[in-house]
């Protein structure tokens, strides 16, 4: 068995890590590769199928093995680790394309989203910036996701549904099933002034109004788009309803990897485009002259 941190199923099943105090703990953990390749798990009786590992009883299976372990499942040595945010999108179901960890992170700390936070997002698709937004919102923060199409909408409630279980916290959520430009009624009744707002759909510039109604003085609203025309678009719609673009453009992520002769160099994989950005922010309207 590991040493160290080392937590045995039964502290799991207790509820709390050692050394990390007041963090609740779900009978999820991950079984991760050496690659960083890592399947979810619960510890519960009964069998159940995991892509890419097989069929077994993962209470059998962990059955005296602790956080911190070495397991062999098939052909397969893994390290039994805590569940987190990471694991769970390596693990998640893709309908639509989904917002990385590259524009997220970009998304919530420009933004300011932190615990408490009051966030609508449009267009949830397979939930992929829902995930990131969750995991930083606590259990005091409200995030309304909305979503044109029912077969989206199932994938991205699984998908949030099973981050729910592995994180300490999550925010009150709801997701609604319809077109965000005719949404306004069914958001306010949850949630009438928020924080941010992420528009992830192929018109942002049409739904832009009915959200700046909704944004309290000092609120943004970032425009996910993929292509410049939806940019200058988004861009010309904020400014027409008075809002400020504060900043826009693209995050460009470039990997490096060690050489072969030594020392480490950028990777030979091309740097791709995920999408621009689009932040505005709402401010107080100017007297009248
Ligand atoms: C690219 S996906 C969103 C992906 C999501 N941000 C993620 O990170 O997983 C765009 C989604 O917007 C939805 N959509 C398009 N127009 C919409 C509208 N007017 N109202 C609500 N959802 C819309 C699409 O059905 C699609 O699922």
Request: net charge negative; glycine share 14%.
């Amino acid at each position: 068995m590991g040493e160290g941190f080392v937590l045995s199923l039964n502290e799991l099943k207790r509820g709390h890590i050692p050394g990390r105090p007041g963090r609740a703990v779900a009978d999820w953990v991950a079984l991760r590769e050496d690659d960083g390749r890592a399947y979810l798990l619960r510890r519960a009786p009964g069998e159940v199928k995991v892509k890419g590992l097989g069929r077994f009883d993962a209470e059998s299976l962990l059955s005296g093995f602790s956080v911190g372990d070495r397991i062999t499942v098939g052909q397969k040595s893994l390290t039994i680790v805590e569940a987190g945010l990471p694991e769970a999108r390596r693990n998640m179901a893709r309908r639509a394309q989904v917002i990385g960890a590259k524009d997220s992170g970009f998304i919530v700390s420009w933004m300011g989203i932190g615990v408490g936070s009051k966030v609508l997002e449009g267009g949830h698709g397979s939930g992929g910036l829902a995930m990131h937004l969750a995991s930083v919102m606590g259990s005091s923060g409200t995030l309304v996701s909305v979503e044109s199409r029912p077969e989206h909408a199932e994938v991205g409630r699984s998908n949030m549904e099973r981050l729910r279980e592995v994180l300490p916290e999550f925010p009150e959520w709801h997701l609604i099933e319809g077109d965000l430009s005719q949404a306004t009624g069914d958001i306010s009744e949850i949630c009438s002034i928020f924080d941010c707002a992420i528009v992830d759909l192929a018109e942002p510039w049409t739904v832009i109004s009915g959200i700046e109604g909704m944004l309290r003085v000092g609120g943004r609203l970032a425009c996910y788009c993929p292509t410049s025309s939806q940019l200058e678009k988004s861009w010309e719609a904020c400014e027409e309803l008075g809002l400020v673009v504060e900043w826009s453009g693209e995050i460009i992520e470039r990997r490096w990897s060690k050489a072969s002769k030594g020392g480490v160099r950028p990777g030979n994989q091309p740097m791709g485009h995920t999408a621009f950005l689009l932040i505005a922010a709402k401010i107080a309207p100017r007297e009248e002259e």
